[in-house]
């Protein structure tokens, strides 16, 4: 049994990719063509240089973050291998482009403990965005949405809330280390229980007004991002209130979290098509629309493979 569950988690990223064959052998190719021909290409200039922006400010908060724990770089230099994080990311399933950041931590000689908080309180951010976004865009969109899917949203909002008012527990200490322990690549395990008391100590650093920063900029983030959405959606011919869009996106993004998939190829197809086909939107124009969604994807990919080259990471010296 032990070996079919290692099996399972190795290979889990093909998941989505059988998802995404599935999908398209349901589709009619001649409609898919035409909805690409018809892509309004300055629409689609427009949202490929809001990609700038938002690494900006993703690197930027992820840059307050580490200053917080007393890790002092510089906005470039956060930028830089925010980019590479991302760049390793995409191009692989799992949770690589996150080591690759505190890789270069370590790299500087903080632990892996203290390099992981940053990381951390980055991904939770988005998280609890996301899962607040989600829920409070469910009371509106209940038409559409599952009961038992807001009931999921709201139990992850107060698990998030209950951890950070535990902190200082021993439950959540337990808590946090077997989160850590499934977060971290196997290699890396050993060393992670060695610093996991850095990186409880740092957690306490953080207090309300931190946290309150933190989560305004990631808010910013997002609604760049959703701003971004709305455009390539125009570019496509879809035609939705921004507000729905951003709740369709903003679910969309919760489910491609599950790390069965790269790129969020295939569970991002079909988590578009159950939120959006309801507003009469052909399936091929939203395949389109989730086709343009990677397409920022790669040229994100493309802009950490530059960053790469300006800063690489050594990893003999990491």
């Known amino acids: 049994m032990r070996p079919f569950i290692n099996c399972l988690k190795k290979y889990s990223f093909l998941l989505g990719l059988v998802l995404f064959v599935i999908i398209l052998s349901k589709l009619n190719p001649t409609e898919i063509f035409k909805n690409i021909k018809e892509i309004n290409p300055w629409l689609l200039f427009l949202a490929s240089l809001l990609l700038f922006p938002t690494l900006i400010v993703k690197a930027y908060c992820w840059n307050y973050i580490k200053r917080k724990q007393g890790i002092n770089y510089s906005l470039k230099n956060s930028f830089l291998m925010y980019c590479n994080g991302l760049y390793i990311g995409l191009l692989t399933p799992g949770r690589i482009g996150e080591v690759v950041k505190a890789l270069y931590l370590r790299k500087d000689g903080y632990s892996l403990g203290k390099s992981l908080t940053s990381i951390f309180l980055d991904r939770l951010s988005d998280l609890v965005f996301l899962s607040v976004f989600a829920c409070l865009g469910s009371l509106f969109f209940l038409a559409l949405l599952k009961k038992q899917f807001l009931i999921l949203i709201l139990g992850l909002i107060i698990l998030t809330g209950l951890l950070i008012i535990a902190l200082k527990t021993k439950l959540a200490r337990w808590f946090l280390n077997k989160i850590f322990i499934a977060f971290v690549p196997a290699k890396y395990q050993q060393s992670f229980k060695i610093n996991f008391q850095d990186f409880i100590n740092d957690l306490k650093i953080y207090n309300l007004r931190s946290y309150s920063v933190i989560m ?50 295939g569970t991002r197809d079909a988590a578009l098509v159950i939120f959006l086909s309801p507003f009469l939107i052909l399936k091929e124009q939203i395949i389109v629309f989730s086709a343009l969604i990677l397409l920022m994807s790669l040229f994100t990919v493309l802009i950490g493979l530059i960053c790469w080259f300006i800063k690489p990471l050594r990893w003999a010296n990491a």
């Open 216 to 265: 305004s900029i990631t808010t910013l983030f997002w609604f760049i991002y959703f701003f971004q959405m709305y455009i390539l959606a125009q570019g496509v011919g879809i035609h939705i209130s921004p507000y729905y869009l951003s709740v369709a996106v903003t679910i969309v993004g919760l489910v491609t979290i599950i790390p069965v998939s790269i790129s969020g190829i």
